[in-house]
């Protein structure tokens, strides 16, 4: 099958990390396709990036040709998820949807670590839109500089070990999302250090979209996700 | 003091219908000024047209000059309400949160009425996600034709009235919100139709823009509404 | 327009700091008519209080005359908010009513600091009743003397300065409403102290009260506030 | 033990009723008081004559000499029992409380019927403020005719009976709280026509009552019910 | 009346140390009988061990001969209640169960500690399925030594003393519940040494059970517990 | 990798059934061997069957030998799946687990149709204990006959489209979930009768059970699943 990761920002160097995680997460049979949201802004670090992301994102995907077997949107956020299903026939996974469906049966109860505490609302807005709040213990965050500053990966694995055992310390979490796409190059570094399961969303979303594609089911076309009423060219 | 009424779709008869309105509705000394989001979509009708209109909305009213004392978001949605309110250093008020937010306090549970069927799950996405499902009893809708096709006034507020009694009827719901800018002309006729209160939200938002401006207040920008972390010409 | 400002307690001294609260908060050509509940207690400590509170003060505001155009019920608490509201047919508006939906679409989530620990679980029970859960990150406490005992402003206003910043670090609450009568004077100095926003509720009441008269809307009369069904002889 | 069945309204002819009912589901050894509050309302259908019952009620149960073992609050309603609760140092039991305290275990979701329409929004508050949302499948009601007018006891049973069928159809609720005393007498008789479990408040009440007794148990004097903070007269 | 304590577990000085506690808990004229669930495990002290106790509880609770009143189960988990209301047509009463709904209308949120950390996700899972998660502040647990392990009673009563005093700091709980029959003995201790209330569950249970018989009560055979549909041989 | 779909009770044909659906949604590569509890009961049909069912499955399955990659319960309900989770080190997968993750993410709200209206509640607790009650419409029965009973394929199908389409009408839940092994085999057909998306559970489950596999997770072992504190002898 084809599977188009998607980057909702614009940034090829975050597009390359997730793509190397998504083909290490694929089954044989199934080729990755990386593609970045080149209009987009440069990281999703705000609900003003969000919506700058999601336009182009969700007019890019929709004019892909060919069309691939499913898309997997490579960032912990919003983006435009919704308007990305309504718009496309394929399935489309976004990565809070995926590692937290794959989370719930596997715990008690979840935290996500994002990026930095500027995003722990909004993360916190995702999990409640999904519906998970009673099976999510905790937001928290590290602070990753920006992007672009040198980052030393023994100082970030180190704080994201901090922050997951603060967690799981402060509220009994025993499974940890990261919860931006920055942070799952560090996932199998972290396991090594802490107490709960770690997930990594790239990696949950190929499987979750191989899933989809192999037991061909897709958002509900004839209801939440049914396509825009008007010719797409009218939104523009 | 100086309110913007910016339509987030670019239909201008749509904003002088809103802007109708918030001038009847605005105290003395506020002058009402109306803007219309042209690179916006025709209207908000998926998902998709809000992504599509969150975009340039955000872009737009940050670069407004002078920059009013405050701004209301003339549409029931979403559309990056929460991009704006990062974006700008004046309040910004969304017509949900007005409506919402004036509703529970004179109500047992309100429902709001959109404008067609599928509106409805985005609808109850915006309430849960002002975590205000506790106090809402339903959202039901009316079927209004595409924008530009002939409406009977008659019509559209039998409808609405049939609509409400209805969900009153099932939910014991005793006030209405009219959900969708293009219902709200119809506020004052479906008044005399119907048991519940009505709220018109379009009023509602500019009464509570007023009054943000009079009390000093805005989102909070130490919290959530923080500016974006970049300049913004970084996300374009 | 004429407000009326009730004080739901007994003591002239608190009306008053809140009359000249609401004065400042209202707008030209809005009167307000200061009233205290001579017939309740000295103030409102706990639930035995909010009975006594409640009775007179139903029974005198149902006699103003003549009636005014709005109601402010000056006081953070209960003390039969619902029986004027059935009561009146002019629009009531309670403290916790305004100021916990100003704040909603400002904030993520708002914490409340009432006047002492005993009232933090009646406090909690006003937010669980408006259905404010969601929205709500804790309800804190400092620690007032009794009413008439020696106050230094100073350090009550260390105390809540210290008890917002300590809520903030455990909540990231990121908007505060001071929850209690007697701690509104504090409002301004708090302000420059801490860095959530901090909600006055006096100020957000009167705005509330002018924009429902404005709107035309008061308390469902056709819904949950409906009169109540016998004479209001026959209650006495 | 002694055990005080206090009826909230002034009417003697609910007190006499009540008591027979109490009397009834007594253990040997208690003896049941009937205490009518001649100082509140004739009945309490509204929050008004809630608050109109519930200040006299507390500070006539406050001033019971000898203070009995235990008391009862014998309507289905508020009227002040957090106040009676912090007022007294024996055990209060109120209807509401006993009845889906007793009905949560035995049963998947109970529905409550209350005595008029106009009491629904006041019950489901009782329900939601006792924290009993999510096993409380409906509140409905019947239409019982003003105290004194004529009532016929096969009318209301059947009315009864019909409104219990059309809830359990509806929700699938499998057990049903009668929730008003004016109702209380007809349990017997409708168990005999319905499929739900019936449960008659009174008897739950002292049963609950005489249960805390005999373990040593009251509502939690160093916690919520705490005693109001100044001596009983300041109130006044 | 006849009272059967069924111990879910296989450990007879468990079963005995309930029944003494049964029994001083009882009123005249109540048998307690003790019953040991012999073909359980020792101890359930995991999801694992619950699904062992459940089945042999369930089947030799149904052959009891003569059937008792009522029976409480005495243990503080799951380990098929279910099935046991099912299969049963006499009231059945599970710890849990009924020191839930005593302490509900005793206190503002109630906190239970268990036996061990182990046991915290279990025990959260049993004030879900209850429903009664609006009122539960929070779990938490000493460790108790393996079943069998020299235990100090002054050791284990001033580790619960330590830990409740810790959660009543953390979370304002205002009533504890001893959350495993082996902490049961020590609720007297206990008492002495801490602010909030403590129920200790099997007197709870024996009361509860009584006023169940008294009130004619008993699961709802027409609902939730209704008869397993087929014979009970069918199932073995 | 090797995959044991463990069918909870002892019917054979279910089994099978189940076996071919499984087989037709496993990857090239999956082996699926079919379990089936031959100590259970012929069907889960109440919690009764359920505890019967769970003590020999999680027995038989941490018995076996050599022990799979990955276990699939294929039964829609509970019936010890926690304590299978705690007795093996592979992953486990439930079938509502797994059917609720993968709707969850396609769907605005779904639906669930389970075999008897008896098993209404039972389910409705299944959904609530993983935390799923936000994004559930509805749980709804058809009436299958009992097991052995001669079943019209036709008949079937008819109902379940009935039901599906008198949910959506009454819910507009978006996607439907067969909740009972004895309905998926329908599944195909049932697809060109209705609006809504139908999952199949069992498809789901074997997807899932690859997608943990593949990823190298399982049950969290250091947190809520970890082993049962005793030697697996001592609980038998």
Redesign the interface.
Known sequence: MRLVLANPNATTSVTDACAALARA?A?PGTEVVAWTNREG???V????????A??P???GLRALSPMPDVIVLAGFGNY?T??V???LDV?V??LP??A???A?????RFAIVTT?P?M??YT??LV????????CAAVAAVSLP?LGAALSDDAVVAELAAEVERVRTAT?A??VILGGARLSPYAAALRTLV???V?EPV??GV??A???V??G????K?????P???A?E???
Chains 1, 2, 3, 4, 5, 6 share one sequence.
Do not use: N
Request: charged share 25%.
């Open positions: 997460a089954s802004p440069p990281i670090d705000s609900w003003y990036a969000d919506y700058f999601g336009r994102l969700a007019r435009g919704g308007a299903k309504e718009a399935p996974v976004s949807d995926a937290m469906s794959i719930v049966p596997l715990c008690h930095t500027r722990i609302p916190e807005d409640a839109a999904a519906g998970f709040r009673e099976r920006p009994r025993d499974l107490t709960p399961t997930l990696a949950c499987q979750m191989e899933a989809l192999r037991l089911l897709r958002q509900t004839t209801g939440k996700y049914a825009p009423p008007q797409f009218a939104y523009e």
